[in-house]
């Protein structure tokens, strides 16, 4: 993913809070923690969620920002829910251990445990595999049943770009064979995996090394670097699926499945504001929102094959930096408003709410086979000329409905909510 620096400005961060809070109530209402922490693991699915929270689509910034969101706002519910999010980015990442302690002595459970594969999850990302990227942040999230995911992200600063590592302890065998749930970054070079299952003959002979002291390692060494100059190494790449995260930052048509994102918007068009509002017992909800809430529900109960195209959730709520087009606050803030009471109402027994999102995301399945509709580069040029009436933001202000957008640049700025233009409500809306 491109490096980007910069900072989520508050009108966005605030809303990635809400909307990631609800979305991980949501899950543990219809799936359980459990899930939760297996689709954090998922590497293509934690980027498709920070799509639709209206992140930059590509960039390093969705790791920094996701689970920054998650850590304040499940903050208050980490008891109710039993989900508790440890660690961060820089200094804060020095404090998962003693995080962890602390949620132990709340559950009963063994912090001292946690805080030692902490560390080591650490030490291998950043030790025993060597791939040129420098970890800066660490998120450690455990449940109150034991279950834990790690998201870990490092920096290769001379290539501008970064790599994030997924760890899950559901199926984890080993610390040192194949451990991780996935790796997001393409090969970049040759680099040292003491933790592929295929390193085991050279994890041993780390071990002998040491015993056998420092004289041994040198001419081992010399050796290696007279055959290396004699006889080019064959790098050997496993096929694994992988997702590509390019450097360009507008969203293209050969980013998106448009197959499927037709399908999301013709879900949206059949499924009407009127029969919609039956469904979720909803006054005032726009066609607009209905799309936005198409996507948001394919997040909540879509497949994992269904996340290989995470620039199609940007189509929820835009971006920051005005890429695909602004973020239009008023669909933004109906969407947690939507989701927020059909979560409430779950609470209380009544899961008619929560089970429309699940038709909507059902509809939109049954209709790609037959869905049709403008193409990628149109809808996204009639976003931004609706951009102004939907409360569009980008971080260098309100949005003036521009199709034509610049050049980014790559750090991201703070913008105020103050000086937006007054929304127009009409039929689109």
Not at 37 to 46: E, G, N, S
Not at 177 to 190: L, Q, T, V, Y
Not at 226 to 232: D, G, H, L, N, W
Request: charged share 25%.
């Amino acid at each position: 993913m491109p490096l980007h620096g910069g900072r989520v400005p508050k009108w966005l961060s605030e809303r990635m809070e809400r909307l990631g809070r609800v979305v991980v109530e949501a899950l543990v209402i219809e799936y359980g923690r459990t899930e939760v922490l297996r689709r954090l693991a998922h590497p293509f699915w934690f980027q498709s969620l920070g799509c639709v929270m209206g992140m930059d689509w590509h960039s390093s910034g969705i790791t920094t920002s996701v689970m920054g969101a998650l850590k304040r706002s499940l903050a208050p519910v980490e008891d109710e829910l039993g989900i508790y999010v440890c660690g961060g980015r820089g200094k804060a990442s020095r404090k998962t251990p003693a995080e962890l302690l602390s949620v132990a002595n709340r559950t009963g459970l063994d912090g001292r445990m946690f805080g030692r594969y902490s560390r080591l999850v650490a030490k291998i990302d950043s030790a025993a595999l060597q791939d040129g990227f420098q970890i800066y942040l660490h998120n450690f999230v455990v449940d109150a049943d034991g279950n834990w995911v790690v998201v870990q992200q490092g920096m290769d600063t001379e290539s501008g770009f970064a790599r994030r590592y997924h760890w899950l302890s559901e199926g984890l065998q080993s610390f040192i064979d194949d451990p991780h749930a996935g790796i997001d970054g393409d090969s970049r070079g040759s680099l040292i995996n003491l933790v592929d299952s295929r390193s085991s003959g050279a994890r041993q002979m780390s071990l002998e090394l040491v015993e056998d002291g420092p004289d041994r390692t040198l001419k081992m060494l010399r050796e290696a670097r007279r055959k290396s100059a004699e006889t080019p190494v064959a790098e050997q790449i496993g096929l694994f699926d992988h997702l590509d995260m390019p450097e360009h930052h507008d969203v293209r048509p050969s980013d998106v499945n448009e197959r499927r994102f037709h399908a999301a918007i013709a879900a949206a068009a059949d499924t009407g504001p009127e029969d919609f509002e039956t469904l979720l017992l909803t006054k005032g909800l726009g066609a607009r929102t209905l799309e936005s809430l198409a996507l948001v529900a394919e997040v909540l109960h879509g497949k994992p094959s269904r996340f290989q195209d995470p620039a199609r959730f940007s189509m929820a709520h835009g971006g920051k930096d005005g890429y695909p087009f602004p973020v239009p606050l008023d669909v933004y803030d109906e969407t947690i408003r939507v989701m927020r009471a059909a979560v409430a109402a779950a609470r209380l027994g009544n899961r008619d709410r929560m089970e429309s999102m699940k038709r909507l995301d059902t509809q939109a399945r049954s209709l790609e086979a037959v869905a049709e509709g403008q193409g990628i580069n149109a809808y996204i040029e009639k976003q931004r000329e609706l951009s102004p009436f939907y409360g569009g933001m980008t971080t260098a202000g309100p949005a003036t409905g521009d199709v034509n957008f610049p050049e980014p640049v790559r750090s991201g700025g703070r913008a105020g909510a103050k000086g937006r233009p007054s929304r127009v409500r009409h039929s689109l809306q």
